[in-house]
């Protein structure tokens, strides 16, 4: 049986001023946008993300899975921005999938009116999905779309948000009750059996910096889900940062949680721009990080090592 290449990519903060008018640029969004002035744009490079988007299409991935962060501060020019890169390096919808981090869930209309799901939806048609609607077809809220999930090859994808709008100056996240009884649901679904199941979420679902200002505040419960009823991956972003921890799934078995650092981050060798592939054959699962190389301006591999 052929082997099964996914490519993780996330927090690529991509920049874009089209079409936002200066009003939009009061509360959060004004800190936010005054963040991108002074610090993001220097931390986040978008030659970067060129390059990466090169050595991508290089590697003839079967799938793109990217985990949140499309942009800064929720602006629809920001996810043209990066629609259009997917578009040139990753592919069609049918083969990248795309969930939302906090910084696509900005403020409150964004996250009401469902403009993220909205935009992406081809990026996140799925074989199922949980929908509550406020009876004239729009969704009553754009966090019951979550989990969903995308069957490709021997892998089912299953997204999840643990985005809100927090109102202040904090990044926390919260998957929520509904959410995590649909997504113990899935993963317990008997079809699902004999394929890997990778879970997809913006904050990591384990403590790796301190503060509850930027993590995931029902960890535990999503926690419990995992010991009920298992996962075989989980994929996360956020943090700026290689990951890896681990948490108890069915029977006791190890899930592996991995999140990926930023694909167009600027800084230091150990955090620069940065992203996965997993190849999956069989039940095992091996994983290569390749990161951005200053001396040759292009994409390395920096660490290979087997999950499961």
């Not at 679904?189 to 384990?206: A, E, I, K, S």
């Not at 650092?261 to 592939?277: E, L, V």
Request: positive net charge; hydrophobic residues 40%; contains cysteine.
């Amino acid at each position: 049986m052929p082997s099964f290449r996914l490519a993780h990519i996330t927090d690529p903060h991509f920049r874009s001023l089209s079409g936002a008018f200066p009003s939009i640029f009061w509360g959060k969004r004004a800190l936010g946008g005054l963040n991108i002035l002074v610090n993001r744009r220097r931390k986040h490079r978008m030659e970067l993300l060129e390059r990466l988007g090169e050595h991508l299409r290089e590697q003839k991935v079967d799938h793109v899975a990217l985990t949140g962060d499309v942009g800064n501060v929720s602006l629809e020019g920001e996810w043209q921005a990066g629609r259009s890169w997917m578009e040139k390096y990753a592919g069609k919808p049918d083969r990248v999938t795309v969930i939302p981090g906090n910084h696509d869930a900005y403020v409150r209309d964004v996250v009401e009116s469902s403009a993220f799901e909205r935009f992406f939806a081809d990026y996140q048609q799925g074989e199922r999905a949980a929908h509550r609607s406020d009876g004239a077809g729009h969704l009553a809220d754009s966090r019951e779309s979550y989990p969903f999930i995308r069957l490709r090859g021997p892998v089912v994808l299953v997204g999840v948000n643990t985005c809100v709008p927090t109102g202040d100056l904090g990044a926390w996240g919260q998957i929520g009750e509904r959410q995590l009884r649909r997504l113990e649901s899935l993963l317990a679904d008997p079809q699902f059996r004999n394929r890997q199941r990778v879970v997809m979420l913006h904050h990591p679902p384990v403590v790796h910096k301190r503060g509850e200002e930027r993590n995931l505040r029902d960890r535990a419960a999503f926690a419990e889900v995992l010991a009920k009823v298992g996962a075989d991956l989980v994929l996360h972003g956020h943090d700026h940062r290689d990951e890896v921890a681990t948490l108890l799934g069915l029977s006791g078995r190890a899930v592996p949680i991995i999140g990926a650092g930023s694909a167009s981050y600027a800084g230091a060798p150990a955090g620069r721009a940065r992203y996965n592939i997993y190849e999956f054959n069989g039940a095992k699962i091996s994983c290569t990080t390749f990161a951005h190389d200053v001396g040759s301006d292009s994409f390395e591999t920096v660490e290979q090592k087997v999950l499961a």
